[in-house]
């Protein structure tokens, strides 16, 4: 197993956001986290890497308790994370931005160098020179996998990667997360966008009001318009 959580609640200050949540990820498998905004998806995840100061549960990634582990040891770890926010350095050229997330290559994770991530992102590779502040919001997701792939992650928790972004980017996206996926990475997602998660998508959970309420197969899910209807739909 990749990751492993489990019993996991977290708080902002004395609120209880996170009540027992519990979710695994295999080796080369892609899992949605489907809720919708606010449902805790984002919590799940900044609790994951250690960035909720406030938790408690079991988190095992590579068989390894990283529960009690700062951020930077976490991720040092081989597991990436890219936040909803595209945290990139806009004075920063795309070639500076991937250079920023470099890190040495690490047994059992595929090796990304930026020619590599140039394929699978060709419209990096027609900007490499262009400061991320004059790239459009779909460009910037495309770069923040980008930088957080060049750390050679064996695991990458992906949340919102197609919020705001048009049809088109979107489908790039699902091919780019689908080759990542046949490279070996395993990947977590949160998404509200259901059809997004179908394309990519082995497993899922639904949480709501920071609880784990399915979890099952995409082929199962579709199986249940009342659990769609009842969780997901806006």
């Not at 990751?3 to 295999?26: E, K, Q, R, T, W």
């Not at 919708?36 to 095992?60: C, D, H, P, Q, W």
């Not at 419209?123 to 980008?146: H, K, V």
């Not at 997602?189 to 009001?209: G, K, M, P």
Request: proline share 5%.
């Amino acid at each position: 197993m990749k990751l492993s959580v489990a019993a996991l609640n977290s708080y902002y200050g004395p609120a209880h956001i996170l009540f027992d949540v519990a979710l695994d990820v295999d080796a080369g498998e892609v899992v949605a986290l489907l809720g919708r905004n606010g449902a805790g998806k984002s919590t799940t995840f900044r609790s994951i890497v250690g960035l909720v100061a406030r938790r408690e549960g079991r988190i095992l990634f590579e068989g390894r308790d990283v529960s009690k582990e700062p951020t930077h040891a976490i991720v040092r770890g081989g597991l990436g994370y890219v936040p909803e926010e595209r945290r990139i350095f806009t004075d920063l050229t795309v070639e500076e931005n991937l250079e920023v997330g470099r890190q040495p290559a690490r047994s059992g994770a595929p090796l990304w160098s930026k020619d590599k991530l140039f394929t699978l992102f060709p419209n990096l590779a027609e900007m490499r020179n262009r400061p991320g502040g004059r790239m459009s919001g779909g460009e910037q997701q495309m770069l923040t996998i980008a930088r957080t792939l060049m750390g050679n992650p064996s695991l990458v928790l992906l949340d919102e990667p197609s919020e705001g972004l048009s049809p088109k980017i979107v489908e790039q996206m699902a091919h780019a997360i689908l080759t990542m996926k046949q490279e070996g990475l395993s990947i977590l997602v949160s998404e509200q966008n259901l059809h997004f998660a179908r394309l990519i998508s082995d497993r899922t959970y639904i949480i709501e009001r920071g609880r784990i309420c399915y979890s099952g197969t995409m082929a199962e899910l579709e199986t249940r318009p009342d659990i769609r209807d009842a969780h997901l739909a806006v």
